[in-house]
């Protein structure tokens, strides 16, 4: 069985920097894209960062890009390192997995296979 863990949630001071993991078991996840996803009060679930199967190609959302990078060290391990954070930062961030290995292309929502349970990231002014 599948199972996606996040790690790393708490509360950050505006401004400041706190880092994301998640890890996957149950199966080899080498060859699939790895993103991550976050919902705010009231909102929709919106991305925020994926990085394909190799690390060769990472794609970020226009709120985040420059302030988040997003790393893997394995097959099933993947980061999201958050730097200059504002409360409007403040989510459950989910981690997941794309459906389709091999893929070179930003996978849209819908295609993820498996999530984990949510981090909740909250920041403060």
């Known amino acids: 069985q599948v199972q996606l863990a996040e790690s790393g949630g708490g509360l950050v001071q505006a401004g400041g920097s706190h880092g994301l993991s998640c890890t996957a078991s149950g199966r080899t996840f080498s060859s699939y894209t790895m993103g991550w996803f976050r919902q705010a009060p009231g909102k929709e679930r919106e991305f925020v960062a994926a990085?394909?199967?190799?690390?060769?190609?990472r794609f970020f959302a226009d709120s985040v890009k420059g302030r988040f990078t997003i790393s893997r060290d394995d097959a099933n391990t993947v980061y999201l390192h958050m730097n200059s954070l504002k409360p409007e930062d403040t989510a459950i961030y989910y981690c997941?997995?794309?459906?389709?290995?091999?893929?070179?292309?930003?996978?849209?929502?819908?295609?993820?296979?498996?999530w984990g349970q949510g981090a909740q990231v909250t920041v403060s002014s």
């Open positions: 990085i394909t199967w190799s690390g060769g190609s």
């Open positions: 997941a997995i794309d459906s389709i290995p091999w893929r070179n292309s930003m996978p849209p929502m819908g295609a993820y296979d498996y």
